[in-house]
């Protein structure tokens, strides 16, 4: 929105030249969002305190747990509210790959968001099936994939790049569909997997949002990405700006919901944040380098896997409890040692995902 008003102003005014510029736009998207969510913070979680809107804990889960009981929850509507907003402030309005990546956030959130109100209106840690869950995620996300074919691009989308490998490209034709479904998907629900600790999964989403930011830069830039030998895509350079508002409000959210938090983010938001992520994957054309940019949503899900796997072949648990955080915690780790450890493995994995972009 900015950029539709200002820009067409440098005519006469070279300051407003800047708003050509993605970074200086990213960087606008990053403080909007981060002032936002510290300022509406607060009278955020009181309104969240006074309708009752508390954290119903599993029985099934670890007894330090129970203290967290009636901590306000759905705190994923301030996220939303502060990666919405600054992206239309600074993006182009123009380009479809922002409209994309705000649609499918907000498609996952009000998932996310009804599954939330019936735990909260049921009084336990119940909500949408998870054959409903599952559906209707789907459905956002075929949806997204579809608009994508329909775009009139100057490359293939469905054309899928291999990290590490300069010319291994594969061709997915129809399969790109329910590809971009199970990428979507997948990390929507790592992502909620992920989300039992304090802090635990908007620090990494910080990090993986972070990470991605280079990439749709890099991919939107015809001079870097020729030189680093990475996808063009036209247009998706744009995208940079609404992961800047992720960055901001993952940290803007994070001072409130470090350990001991003061409001979890609930479905709406950790669905959100995994769609949202995924994504931005997508239109950049690096789907698989999320599997390294979210290594840390991985391992989580994939010990969910293995556990559930494994007591139904065999009857016996590999893990402690899953997800992995929680075998950490019947281990006696402490949870702030957990998160702080977990942080600095994603922040390893993206390490290496970056890697990647100069050795091919």
Known sequence: MLYHLLFPLSEDWALF?????ITFRTAGAVVTALVMSLVLGPGFIRLL?????????????????????????????????????PTMLWARLDNAFVWIALLVTVGFGLIGFVDDYLKVRRGRNLGLTARAKFLSQSL?????AMALLRLPLDFGPELLNFPFFKQLILPLGWVYIPFVMLVMVGSSNAVNLTDGLDGLAIGATLIAASTYALFTYI??????????????????????????ALVG??????????HPAEV????????ALG???????????????LLLVGGLFVLEALSVIIQVASFKLRGKRVFRMAPLHHHFELGGWAEPKIIVRFWVLSLLFALVAISSLKLR
């Open 275 to 289: 769609g949202a992520i995924a994504t931005v994957a997508v239109l950049c054309r690096q789907e698989l380098l």
């Open 49 to 85: 305190r006074r309708l009752s809107v508390g954290q119903n804990i599993r029985e099934v889960g670890p007894k330090t747990h129970l203290v967290k009981a009636g901590t306000p929850t759905m705190g994923g509507i301030l996220i939303l509210a502060a990666v919405v907003i």
């Open 264 to 271: 979890i983010m609930g479905d709406v938001g950790s669905l």
């Open 140 to 144: 956002v996300a075929g949806i997204a």
């Open 17 to 21: 030249n800047v708003f050509r510029y």
């Open 249 to 258: 409000a993952s940290l803007g959210f994070l001072w409130f919901n470090c």
């Open 219 to 244: 991919a939107g830039n015809s001079i870097a990405a020729g030189y680093l030998q990475v996808a063009y895509v036209p247009g998706v350079g744009e995208v940079t700006i609404f992961c800047g």
